[in-house]
């Protein structure tokens, strides 16, 4: 597991592009952390990484958004799952207007929900301090953990 500490939404977005450097098309990431974790702020950096269509904005209303590519790399599927009642079958029923597995699938509320969609996933989780003083309120933890074969050999410290 790679820990990382962040202090602002600036370097939140940063982290997000410096992971978009490792993502390929068919990876999915799954973000957990309380409401106003930072969970769109990073998916936002990863959506610039990746140059993609489209600032990438809260999903709260939709379930999913497909950003395309600019640059003939990966789409950025972006998704939240809070609203997946169904979990990974409502998830697969979504009608997307590309193949998962030619993006890069970000999915917010995604752990516990739509783990099977791979078996290769990058958790990212993102916490904030408890009780932290004023001065920590912008102070998140987050936590890189690739699961499977795809990240097996991948290098998260290098992200620190
Ligand atoms: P989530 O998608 O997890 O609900 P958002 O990314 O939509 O969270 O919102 C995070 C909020 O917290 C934003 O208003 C952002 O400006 C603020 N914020 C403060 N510090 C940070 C930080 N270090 N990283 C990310 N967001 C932060
Ligand atoms: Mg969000």
């Not at 989780?125 to 932290?132: C, L, P, Q, S, Y």
């Not at 933890?141 to 499977?148: A, E, K, M, Q, S």
Request: cysteine-free; hydrophobic content about 40%.
């Amino acid at each position: 597991h790679t820990r990382i500490t962040v202090s602002t939404p600036e370097e939140m977005r940063q982290l997000g592009r410096d992971v978009a450097a490792v993502l390929r098309a068919g990876d999915l990431v799954l973000l957990s952390g309380e409401l106003g974790a930072g969970k769109t702020t990073f998916t936002r950096g990863v959506g610039e990484g990746l140059g993609v269509r489209g600032a990438v904005t809260s999903p709260t209303f939709v379930i999913a958004r497909v950003h395309p590519s600019l640059t003939g790399g990966p789409a950025l599927v972006h998704v939240d799952a809070y609203r997946l009642g169904g979990g990974l079958d409502e998830m697969e029923d979504l009608d997307l207007d590309v193949s998962l597995t030619d993006s890069v699938v970000a999915v917010e509320w995604g752990e516990g929900r739509v783990e099977e969609l791979s078996e290769d996933r990058l958790h990212v989780r993102i916490e904030r301090a408890v009780g932290a003083e004023e001065r920590f309120e912008d102070q998140r933890t987050v936590t890189l953990h690739g699961v499977g074969e795809r990240w097996a050999t991948a290098d998260l410290a290098a992200l620190a």
